[in-house]
């Protein structure tokens, strides 16, 4: 049994904008802490913040995490952020149900290559979407980088379908972390009508991802 | 000891270029792996991947490494890219060197989300000054994209002066691969005039790197 307690996850609350003249539905990348501690059937409390009021930016959120994002994990040892960490925690705290291969160096490596891809460049490449003024405080500049939203996706998803994704999960025979987390991203795509159809590895997963209880769980909970 | 061998680390050479009428040092992400391969003492050779010539798009690399980027870590077991996953398995690998609070789950986990930060927003924070093209085909986008360099590095160290880092290292009294990591994203911040020195803590950090014979060591081989 794992040696933590006081488990809450703060996760953005859906958010539905038009954009475009389009309604989109918004899920942050939140998604995949709260699948994986379904997964491992834990103990927590969801918390939703909401993002329309800005509540990411209170000061009772920033007491808590400076960053002003989510996710954010707190333990009864103190407070996780940032997606790579708090997956491979859980993971590492619930052994028994190998999200990870924890026990392979290596193996463990790979898993962490494909996460750190998802979360340095992946989902980067998706923020630029909705959150280019990150990056640039030009209107022109923003709308400049929007349009180039669709290609990069296409070409991210391309190389994880062609390269790394093993099948039927990511990382081979094993469900892990990292099919949480896919899963998330895969989930942004229709924003900016990128079909996930023409990557027939990573949309036949998403359709069995939608199939696990756990990911029945998590979208009954998730606000 | 550790059960890997036939180590090859692909990094950047260096790259002096002149941009806005200054000339410009660019040392690659590449750096940290380096570094923590000398302080674990590890046999592996070094190669210089020529980016000038895009020696990183030639067909050679793009078979080991898709994604056209260094690092690229070669092993006896397979091919590993990314960071933040390259410094855990070289500290994994050594343990005896104790680079990571590998026994603790969730002083790891703190160390992972720290060096998770640096990939996912200060490493593309910085990525916006020479890279903002892969944003955007817009040349005055791209312009408006470096404008917010400075402030962003800024803001992004500004944090982890006053939130993260612990001091004498990044994560107290242990020196970990979250501390090459930093130096080396520390490094940039001159290329746009961002002063380290208002940062005491990590211009400290710096200055003590420096001196490390691991880091001594990884210049001298540096190309």
């Known amino acids: 049994m794992a040696d933590i307690s006081d488990l809450k996850l703060f996760y953005a609350a859906k958010r539905t904008v038009t954009k475009n003249g389009k309604e989109i539905n918004y899920t942050s990348v939140s998604l995949a802490s709260m699948i994986v501690l379904e997964e491992v059937a834990a103990e927590y409390e969801a918390i939703a913040i909401n993002f329309a009021s800005n509540e990411q930016r209170s000061e009772t959120y920033l007491s808590m995490n400076p960053k002003g994002r989510v996710p954010t994990l707190a333990t009864n040892k103190g407070i996780l952020t940032e997606t ?30 494909f996460n750190s891809y998802l979360c340095s460049t992946v989902h980067v490449n998706h923020a630029h979407f909705a959150r280019s003024s990150r990056w640039t405080d030009s209107e022109s500049a923003i709308a400049e980088c929007v349009k180039k939203v669709p290609s990069n996706m296409t070409e991210s998803f391309n190389l994880i379908e062609s390269e790394y994704f093993k099948g039927p999960w990511v990382m081979g025979d094993a469900y892990t972390i990292a099919d949480a987390y896919l899963y998330t991203v895969s989930g942004w795509l229709s924003a900016y009508d990128v079909a996930l159809e023409q990557f027939p590895k990573i949309y036949d997963h998403y359709q069995r991802m939608n199939a696990r209880p756990a990911v029945i769980a998590t979208w009954a909970k998730h606000q």
């Open 84 to 113: 790579p960490a708090i997956l491979l925690f859980v993971a590492q705290s619930y052994p028994q149900f190998g999200l990870a291969p924890i026990a392979d160096i290596f193996e463990l490596a790979k898993l962490q290559s």
